[in-house]
């Protein structure tokens, strides 16, 4: 009798987390159905004897493995050097690094387009002329994006090291080589299939890179193939089509990839890693070094590229004009609901693995959970969009209600991040607190506000990560905006496409301006200042 009560009142504690959870999973299927209910099968035979379909297929495949491998290829190096090395600007370099992850798509481009184009800064400074346009700028792009990222998740697998193997290493005098291959690789090993997975996936499934860098058909992808179904031709069916297909492939990469992930297993008993050295030599001094400029040369000039229009005649009345204006309220008012809806879905996620951790047969559920939320790349947003649409339009919502579809499509994809910011904390401090908050029953709003210290300056990341992906977004905006709802980025790309480009640099800087100062106010505000020093 006392277990069936403990067993309820468990079940009781984790109803609000499970109703969000299954408020997500509603939507999403309620989404994909609205959507296929307008598919007509017996077209696809003819869709999959179509060469071109198997074209985009191949190049979707190769530029997503080209950059996921280039990306990690770089960041392990980079990774390794900042576990060890200590200089003056590291904290520095790592917002940036932060901020480049979710820096909005458009403005990243338009900073590329400056330093690689034709007449950019590497062609006329250097004579050197780049092929931006194609499979090269496309790689560009992606290692821009995504080497960063894939730096930020080796970091965490660094911090899986106990103190004491860096102390045994030490002492016994490893050099750099020997601690790589000893020490750092088995646990690299432990976070390098999700990093994988996770790039492969955003290259993957890569929309505004292909769009603007690609070069023409030769360079489309799956993505770009689905937003023209919709956008140009309103076909549902190959779009549906299209994009099955896509989620079968990432589902089939994905499955392969977590087939060979080791069991991730977390040091409850360690609050922060001690680090020790290890013996240095002039080549490893001189690899970090080589390593670390490539590093920044693939980040620092399309970023400083992007403020080069600040000087400009034109970028004062294009900060004064109305239209510029309006465009950052409703940037605003998109990414603010976005963000704090994230967050709200990644605690239901958070609050149910926590609980159902070493829970007898609930155990399996936080690993789920975790595939669950990332699954959300695997679906192009421009189709979850859509069908969000099409499913509201049954129920006599009009166009007016695309402003909430974005939103809520913003939020969702922006939801993997956001978890993988916030799970291991999680994890920690369940493993860390449980019994204690179990024998001085302790529950609810009280672990909370014992637990906020610890935890605020990862929910600030990851509401900063929120706030940018959906200040940056230029997918579903670009499917759903109207005269009335145009955001800085569909701003931006309406500019640039009628060949107003000064203006377009403008903007881009006004764009990058508001997501570095939001990616602030919200380490400050909620992260407090070790939020803003880390």
Known sequence: MGQCRSSVRLFMRLLPALIGVLLFVFIGAASLAALLHYMDISQWSGYLQNAYLWRIIRFSLWQALLSSVLSLLIAIPVASCLSHRKFKGKNLLLQLFAVSM?????????????????????????????PLYGLLGILLA??????????????????LVPSGQWRLASQLGFSRGASFSLIEWPYIKKVLPGAFV??????????????SL????????????????????????KASFLSLLQVAICTVVAMVIYKVVPKNQQDASLLKVQSYSVRDSRVARGFDMFIMIIALLLVLPPFLAIFDPIFSDKFLPTLLSRATWHAVWVSLKIAIPTALLSLLLAGCFGGLARKAM???????????????????????GLVLATGLFLWLREFGFSLQSSYWVVVWVNAVMALPFVLRVLMPVVYQQEKRFRNVYLSLGVY??????????????????????????????MGVIALFGSQGLVSLPLYLFQLVGSYRLEEGACIAVILISLCLILFYLSTRLIGGKSGVRD
């Open 102 to 130: 979710v820096v909005p798509t458009i403005v990243a481009i338009l900073g590329i387009v400056v330093v690689y184009g034709r007449s950019g800064w590497l062609a006329t400074g250097l004579g050197i002329n780049v």
């Open 142 to 159: 992606h290692v821009f994006f995504n080497m960063p990222l894939a730096v930020r998740l080796l970091l965490q697998g660094y911090n």
């Open 198 to 211: 996770l790039v492969f996936m955003l290259c993957f499934s890569s929309f505004s890179v292909v769009l």
């Open 214 to 237: 690609g070069g023409g058909p030769k360079s489309s992808t799956l993505e770009v193939a689905i937003y023209q179904a919709l956008r140009f031709d309103f076909d549902l069916d």
């Open 358 to 380: 070493d829970q007898g047969w609930w155990s399996f559920l936080p690993s789920k959970l975790e595939h669950l939320g990332n699954m959300i790349l695997m679906v192009p």
């Open 444 to 473: 609810g709003w009280c672990r909370f506000k014992i637990e906020w210290p610890l935890i605020r300056k990862s929910v600030a990341q990851a509401v900063g990560y929120a706030l940018l992906l959906s200040l940056g977004d």
